[in-house]
């Protein structure tokens, strides 16, 4: 069947990013997926200023025509309410079979070879046979996210998850109301509201209830559900499980990890797609030196902050009364929203992640 230089096995976002990355840096690169696009996942369709960042690393720049600019975030619940805003970064809705379709564009643009509907039977640390056939290559790349063939293969492990929730996300044909993302809190589960174009809104769904649907549980957030009332959703409400959990190794001998099958993040951060892209341009710096040692150092450092968000996220979705108070905090004292958003999206300016452990207690000591 031949050779190439870098092997990835998963063609969703992470994977995908990642040949791009590794193909801008000269590799040879073949992605592979039993699935056909356009690949979809539920998920909040936001993408923050890191990922609209590193897109542009990649050489693909979101604009107001593929996708629709939103200008921050909104934290509420039924007593309070606080917003922050990005300043001068940008950040995008955009749907996912849209953004999977443009990295697909973009990868077969710079000479990616991809194989879909191409199945990967047997593994080893030369290669790998695909449908029938053995690929050689110097790097192999696990993509395939929370539940990795290659990590498992690669005896790299998993923690055990810090929490399973649930997320269901669907489509309403409506105007947005709003030029940011609304994250709506009630008890032990959140509502986001992401506008994703001129004409049309996403509505996502994270709660520890697995029976809890969108229908239902608008009557948690009325104040969304009054936008929605008599209107027709756009698409069928699609469900995943989300949960934070990360590998007990990203890397060994010539195989590394990337996406979800690496690190996930609670949903309720909305750093997933951020992450990946950013892991992917420092594994594909990794692959171009023949070292995967300062890929295993920048995913300690990426993921460091993504991690601590999230726990803050679920102490706070875990505890009503903890929630009331330091959303009140933060509608008392929007400076203190701000720097935690400003945190959350990669502030420019450098920031330790014990900054953000700083900014909860000053919420709940306020």
């Given at each position: 069947?031949?050779?190439?230089?870098?092997?990835v096995?998963?063609?969703?976002?992470?994977?995908?990013?990642?040949?791009?990355?590794?193909?801008?840096?000269g590799l040879?690169?073949?992605?592979?997926d039993?699935r056909?696009?356009?690949?979809?996942?539920?998920?909040?369709?936001?993408l923050?200023?890191?990922?609209?960042?590193?897109?542009?690393?990649?050489g693909?720049?979101?604009?107001?025509?593929?996708?629709?600019?939103?200008?921050?975030?909104?934290?509420?619940?039924?007593?309070s309410?606080?917003?922050a805003?990005?300043?001068s970064?940008?950040?995008?809705g955009?749907?996912?079979?849209?953004?999977h379709?443009?990295?697909?564009?973009?990868?077969?643009?710079?000479?990616v070879?991809?194989?879909?509907?191409a199945?990967?039977?047997d593994?080893?640390?030369?290669g790998?046979f695909?449908?029938?056939?053995?690929?050689?290559c110097?790097?192999?790349?696990?993509a395939?996210?929370?539940?990795?063939a290659?990590?498992?293969?690669?005896r790299?492990g998993?923690?055990?998850?810090?929490?399973?929730?649930f997320?269901?996300?669907?489509?309403y044909?409506?105007?947005?109301?709003?030029?940011?993302?609304?994250?709506?809190?009630?008890?032990?589960?959140?509502?986001?509201v992401?506008?994703?174009s001129?004409?049309?809104?996403?509505?996502?769904?994270?709660?520890?209830?697995?029976?809890?649907?969108?229908?239902?549980a608008?009557d948690?957030?009325?104040?969304?559900?009054?936008?929605?009332r008599?209107?027709?959703?756009t698409?069928t409400?699609?469900?995943?499980?989300?949960?934070?959990?990360?590998?007990?190794?990203?890397?060994?001998?010539?195989?590394?990890?990337?996406?979800?099958?690496?690190?996930t993040v609670?949903g309720?951060?909305?750093?997933?797609?951020?992450?990946?892209?950013?892991?992917?341009?420092?594994?594909?710096?990794a692959?171009?030196?023949?070292d995967?040692?300062?890929?295993?150092?920048?995913?300690?450092?990426?993921?460091?902050?993504?991690?601590r968000?999230?726990?803050?996220?679920?102490?706070?979705?875990?505890?009503?009364?903890?929630?009331?108070?330091?959303?009140?905090?933060?509608?008392?004292?929007?400076?203190?929203?701000?720097?935690?958003?400003?945190?959350?999206?990669?502030?420019?300016?450098?920031?330790?992640?014990?900054?953000?452990l700083?900014?909860?207690?000053?919420?709940?000591?306020?």
């Amino acid at each position: 069947m031949g050779t190439t230089d870098v092997l990835v096995i998963g063609g969703g976002p992470a994977g995908l990013a990642t040949a791009i990355a590794a193909r801008l840096k000269g590799l040879r690169v073949v992605v592979v997926d039993s699935r056909i696009p356009p690949l979809d996942k539920p998920c909040g369709e936001g993408l923050l200023p890191e990922a609209v960042e590193s897109l542009s690393c990649l050489g693909i720049c979101l604009d107001s025509v593929c996708a629709l600019p939103f200008v921050g975030i909104r934290f509420s619940d039924e007593h309070s309410s606080s917003v922050a805003k990005f300043a001068s970064r940008t950040a995008f809705g955009m749907r996912r079979t849209a953004l999977h379709a443009t990295l697909v564009a973009r990868a077969a643009e710079l000479g990616v070879t991809l194989r879909w509907g191409a199945r990967v039977s047997d593994l080893s640390f030369c290669g790998a046979f695909i449908d029938g056939g053995f690929l050689r290559c110097s790097w192999i790349v696990g993509a395939d996210g929370q539940h990795s063939a290659v990590r498992e293969f690669a005896r790299l492990g998993g923690r055990r998850p810090h929490r399973f929730r649930f997320g269901f996300r669907r489509h309403y044909a409506v105007a947005p109301w709003s030029d940011i993302v609304e994250v709506h809190w009630a008890e032990k589960s959140q509502l986001i509201v992401t506008p994703i174009s001129p004409g049309e809104i996403c509505v996502t769904l994270f709660s520890s209830d697995s029976r809890l649907r969108i229908d239902r549980a608008l009557d948690r957030f009325p104040a969304v559900a009054e936008h929605l009332r008599n209107l027709t959703p756009t698409s069928t409400e699609t469900g995943a499980i989300t949960s934070l959990s990360r590998a007990r190794a990203v890397a060994r001998r010539n195989i590394a990890l990337v996406g979800d099958a690496s690190c996930t993040v609670d949903g309720i951060a909305g750093q997933g797609l951020s992450l990946a892209f950013r892991q992917a341009l420092a594994l594909a710096d990794a692959l171009a030196a023949g070292d995967l040692s300062a890929y295993v150092s920048a995913h300690r450092r990426l993921t460091r902050v993504p991690i601590r968000m999230s726990r803050l996220l679920l102490l706070m979705n875990a505890s009503v009364a903890l929630r009331s108070r330091i959303l009140r905090v933060f509608a008392r004292h929007p400076a203190l929203f701000s720097k935690m958003i400003s945190i959350h999206i990669g502030q420019p300016a450098p920031v330790e992640a014990r900054g953000l452990l700083g900014v909860g207690w000053r919420a709940l000591r306020t």
